[in-house]
């Protein structure tokens, strides 16, 4: 991966060591109208994408991003990523989801723009238990 852009530099050391303690910091990356939208949150805000980023430390255990690629042009850049983390509550197993981020910069440099795209049926829904029987059933009967 080539990361040429200061900026994407900042943000791929930012998410790839990202801890709790680091909420702080968020104000360091994104503008404070940022907007943040994922297959859950559609949020606008420092405090509200504060919010999302707390919550994931706190329904998660051992999260942790790995950036296998990005590509920027202008004041967009798109990262594709690993997500590894346990679930607190369903299952120790460790978990892995691929996705991708689009963000925008804005002039001073910060995230103006942050969208998480990923498959959550896939990715997610269809490791939980009860909902994972379901969802894997639902997929063989739609693939027909």
Known sequence: ????????QRV?????SLTPGDMHRLGELYAADATFKDPFNDVRGLPAIERVFNHMFEALREPSFLV???????AQCVLT???TFRFRRFSDAPQLVHGATHL?????G???MHRDYWDAAEELYEKLPAL???MRWLKRRASR
């Open 110 to 112: 910060r995230i103006a």
């Open 132 to 134: 994972g029987a379901l």
């Open 1 to 8: 991966m080539s990361l040429a852009d200061a900026r994407v």
């Open 104 to 108: 925008r910069f804005d002039t001073a």
């Open 68 to 74: 296998k690629d990005a590509v920027t042009e202008g």
């Open 12 to 16: 791929v050391q930012f998410f790839e």
């Open 81 to 83: 990523w690993d997500f």
